[in-house]
């Protein structure tokens, strides 16, 4: 959606986990083909992410909180690292960041220049309001249930799809992160994808 001023309007949603903060928006947007200027984007990130730079990225703190956070949760973040870190490791691995879709490619913007992930839910699907479950391992669910397992892409009932023309757009904080970069995070995507 626009909202005055061409910003996002961001909202609060509940938490059930102590210290965790779970923020959205809305932006009117529906997949496709990113423009040249978004894959120019991801170029030049994947060029300031060199090996050195990788190396140092997950002893940043942020990088720092999301580990911890992972852990009390239950989950090993060696095997599933937190979204900044799982997209470092993408490039690492794939030499660089190729493009896979305006939506994609607005999350993986966001999330690298934040440290925070940004996930993708089809805002229409979503009824009432957003929260995180304390579920092992945790979820953000909305009134009828889970949508999403925390830092991943939703499950079907929330996916994005041909027909999706409004995204919600949803980040969140662990212990450790300020919330001014959850919302930047959410600034990003929304400005990338409007």
């Known amino acids: 959606m626009r909202y005055a001023g061409d910003e ?27 423009p040249p200027e978004v894959r120019q984007r991801l170029r030049a990130l994947a060029d300031r992410l060199g090996g050195a730079q990788a190396r140092e990225f997950r002893h940043g703190d942020l990088a720092h909180a999301y580990r911890v956070f ?12 937190p979204p900044a870190e799982a997209l470092v490791l993408r490039r690492m691995r794939e030499g660089g960041l ?27 699907a979503i009824v009432g309001a957003l929260a995180v479950e304390a579920t092992a ?8 249930g889970p949508l999403a397992v925390l830092f991943e892409p939703p499950g079907s009932r929330a996916a994005l799809s041909a027909a999706t023309r409004r ?28």
């Open 137 to 144: 391992p945790p979820v953000v669910a909305d009134e009828r």
């Open 98 to 124: 190729r493009s896979r879709g305006n939506v994609a490619d607005a999350l993986v913007i966001a999330t690298l220049d934040t440290g925070v992930g940004v996930v993708a839910l089809d805002a229409d």
């Open 70 to 81: 992972l852990r009390r949760a239950g989950i090993d973040p060696d095997a599933e690292p």
């Open 167 to 194: 995204i919600a757009l949803v980040a969140v904080g662990v212990p450790g992160v300020p919330r001014l970069s959850v919302e930047e995070a959410l600034w990003t995507a929304w400005d990338t994808l409007a």
């Open 8 to 34: 996002p309007e961001v909202r609060t949603g509940r938490s059930a986990l102590a210290g965790v903060a779970l923020l959205w928006t809305v932006v009117q947007a529906r997949p496709g083909a990113s």
